[in-house]
């Protein structure tokens, strides 16, 4: 036994005593060897006193949540405890306990560590992890016992809806915890929870939250997916403390009805059925008939290429940016996007800038750093907001550019009072814009650059509604691997990434084809798919399209504000090639050119669209025999498979 051991269990041997030595099952733990202490460092040292402060007496075990923090960086300790939501502080405690004496047999030296029990999770590590999301040390764990054929359906989707209720309860609610039960026969029940870390954002919950219950084994008796920042479960038995959870929580009066849903009376939509049926018949017909408009010019042309500008010329002086933007005041702050805080700014000529304040560090060197914002500076087409320069002062690292006036796209799409200001005509050359920005990083611009997170706040508006796509060249700048087909680092957000880039990291031009199809969507419906809720099934803007267009009802999808002043002919075309976009294999998802093409000219054919992808609905045949193959015997009951090593960044 290690000094280090034996001092920590002297202590407990001392003080925890008293508290009941109950036993807590183990369930897995990720702390990669990779990085590991020296026995008498400070960093041992100052893991040694938040570990203790955090299974001290005083610990917020009522809340079931605590943090601290030893030391300065590179020794700085972030550690936190998670206890299961329904857990009273003596059971939350005595696992915290029982869960640091435990991390010190099964990562004995290792600088950051997550170990999982079935009442807690105890975090440490030398890197920023609270109010973070991340996915280092994820696993999912299923009973093998797979749910009779003829319940099977019923069990999925009783089981994905009532967890998709309690993940919007759960990431309002202060403990960010929900547990709930649902019949899925006549006598049997599903018991399922979901719970974050309190530190997160109701955003970064969600999101998480939406990852975890995503990859649940739908069609077994019993499965969680467990992260560091967030985990889900269900179980065909009670798992949680039901009365617990009763008092935690009044029961809800009855289901919320969501506003803007159903406002509309049985005589129009019957109208717009009727008379999409007719359309699209006469579509099918005959493309032609209602086309008269003139094959647009989708340019695809940079702005002007030749000013080649060398890094130090972009390089701009910290106090310049300092003054620009007031010291980075709260009031010049207009938003957060993935990867820090954005300023407006002001120079002193007049001329208007946004300032992004990265707020993660970079993992590269400043030359390497500045490298790449040259790359990024070249790429110039009017559909992307122009980087003008960056700033490198200490370890503060800057990029500013172009400011463009209007607000992001989600700030008028996703907004009742605004929505109105972008009618048919608007949306239209948005989706254009948007294509032709990205096919100008796909393909024309010399570089292969992936966007990787495309979204509506990251498409910026002009003054004349012109689409300007924002964050691009991100992962060079961060020095993540733009070659590698698989990545460690997932930047991506919820609700627009592929599934493939989803569930296994990778990521193509095919990943950002997906994103762009989930936009067309969007732009198209005025929904958020990744906030989409329908009591009829569909869990997502995509799956609904689908059926809306299985139905042969496309135009029940239109956002209401456009659906009477719009190019039904366009319309119909732009979700068609919305739902080509996410289809499931990314081969036969089409590449921005053919998208191009397919929205400037109506004569060219489309293919049929396919059932898209729904994350967890239908799990891949494959990776079920993959993982019952995994199972090493009979005698293991839980199967372990995608403990990937990621993180997410999203927004
Ligand atoms: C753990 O709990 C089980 C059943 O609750 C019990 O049989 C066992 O003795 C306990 N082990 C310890 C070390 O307390
Ligand atoms: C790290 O762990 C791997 C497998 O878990 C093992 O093969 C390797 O020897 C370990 N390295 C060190 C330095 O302990
Ligand atoms: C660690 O500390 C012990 C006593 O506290 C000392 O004997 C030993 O030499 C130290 N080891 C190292 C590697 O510093
Ligand atoms: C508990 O109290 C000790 C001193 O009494 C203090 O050092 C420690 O930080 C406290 N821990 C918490 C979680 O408040
Ligand atoms: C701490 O762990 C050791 C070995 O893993 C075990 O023998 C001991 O009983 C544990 N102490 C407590 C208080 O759980
Ligand atoms: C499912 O099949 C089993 C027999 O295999 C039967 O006992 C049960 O009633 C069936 N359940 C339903 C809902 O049909
Ligand atoms: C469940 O919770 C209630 C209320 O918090 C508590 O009185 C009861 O002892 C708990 N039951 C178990 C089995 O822990
Ligand atoms: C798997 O499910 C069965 C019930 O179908 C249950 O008895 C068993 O305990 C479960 N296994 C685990 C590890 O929870």
Redesign the pocket.
């Known amino acids: 036994m290690s000094s280090y051991t034996r001092i920590i269990s002297l202590l407990f041997f001392s003080s925890f005593l008293a508290v009941c030595a109950q036993n807590h099952t183990y369930v897995y733990h990720d702390c990669p060897n990779t990085t590991t202490y020296a026995r008498n460092s400070t960093y041992s040292t100052n893991l040694r006193t938040i570990l203790s ?2 299974s ?5 075990y009522t809340t079931g949540f ?1 943090t ?1 923090a030893s030391g300065q960086a590179p020794d700085r300790v972030t550690g936190l405890f998670l206890c299961r939501g329904d857990l009273s502080p003596e059971v939350c405690r005595s696992c915290v306990v029982f869960s640091v004496n435990d991390s010190l047999t099964r990562c004995p030296n290792e600088r950051e560590a997550v170990l999982y029990y079935d009442e807690c999770m105890l975090r440490y590590s030398h890197r920023t992890i609270l109010s973070t999301l991340s996915r280092n040390g994820e696993a999912v764990f299923r009973n093998d016992t797979t749910i009779p054929s003829n319940q099977s359906e019923r069990f999925g989707n009783v089981l994905m809806s009532t967890l998709s209720q309690a993940v919007a309860d759960a990431v309002t609610s202060p403990r960010k915890f929900d547990a709930r039960k649902a019949e899925y026969t006549a006598a049997r029940n599903v018991y399922l929870l979901v719970q974050c870390t309190p530190d997160l954002t109701n955003q970064d919950c969600s999101t998480c939250l939406q990852v975890s219950i995503n990859q649940l084994p739908l069609d077994k008796v019993g499965g969680r997916f467990i992260l560091p920042s967030c985990n889900s479960r269900f179980e065909t038995y009670p798992f949680y403390n039901q009365t617990a959870v009763k008092a935690l929580s009044p029961p809800p009066v009855s289901a919320p009805e969501r506003p803007g849903k159903s406002g509309k009376s049985n005589g129009s939509v019957v109208a717009i059925v009727v008379s999409t049926i007719v359309v699209v018949l006469l579509l099918l017909a005959g493309y032609c008939f209602f086309t008269k408009r003139k094959k647009e010019a989708y340019d695809t042309a940079p702005a002007s290429d030749d000013e080649i500008s060398s890094a130090d010329s972009l390089q701009l002086d910290y106090r310049t940016i300092q003054a620009a933007t007031n010291y980075f005041s709260e009031s010049n702050n207009i938003g957060r996007g993935g990867f820090g805080e954005v300023y407006k700014g002001t120079f002193p000529n007049g001329t208007e800038v946004a300032v992004k304040r990265l707020s993660k560090t970079s993992g590269q060197g400043e030359a390497e750093f500045k490298n790449e914002v040259a790359v990024v500076a070249k790429l110039q087409h009017r559909n992307l907001v122009k980087l003008l320069g960056f700033c490198l002062e200490g370890t503060e690292r800057i990029l500013v550019y172009e400011y463009v006036p209007n607000k992001s796209l989600d700030y008028f799409l996703f907004d009742p009072a605004k929505e109105g200001q972008l009618d048919w005509d608007h949306r239209y050359k948005i989706i254009g814009g948007i294509a032709r920005g990205i096919l100008y990083l796909h393909q024309d611009s010399r570089l292969t650059i992936i966007h990787r997170d495309l979204k509506a706040s990251n498409i910026l508006l002009d003054a004349d509604m012109n689409p300007k796509v924002a964050d691009f060249g991100m992962a060079r700048i961060f020095g993540m691997d733009q070659t590698e087909e698989r990545t460690r680092r997932i930047v991506g957000t919820y609700g627009y990434m592929s599934p493939e880039y989803a569930m296994r990291g990778q990521y193509s031009m095919k990943s950002d084809v997906y994103s762009f199809g989930v936009l067309i969507l969007e732009i198209i419906s005025g929904k958020k798919n990744n906030s989409f809720f329908e009591t009829d099934g569909a869990r997502d803007l995509v799956t609904y399209a689908w059926r809306l267009w299985r139905n042969e009802t496309p135009l029940d999808l239109v956002a209401p504000v456009i659906r009477h002043n719009c190019q039904i002919n366009k319309v119909v075309r732009c979700i068609h090639i919305g739902l080509l976009c996410v289809r499931e294999d990314p081969a036969n998802r089409p590449t921005l050119s053919t998208i191009v093409m397919m929205l400037s000219s109506n004569t060219v054919t489309l293919p049929v669209p396919k059932q898209p992808k729904f994350f967890a609905q239908s799990r891949p045949k494959k990776d079920l025999t993959d993982s019952e193959q995994s199972t090493k015997s009979s005698s293991v009951p839980w199967s372990i498979d995608g403990a990937s090593i990621t993180e997410l960044y999203p927004r």
Request: hydrophobic share 35%.
């Open positions: 402060s955090l001290s007496p005083n610990a917020s605590q601290a």
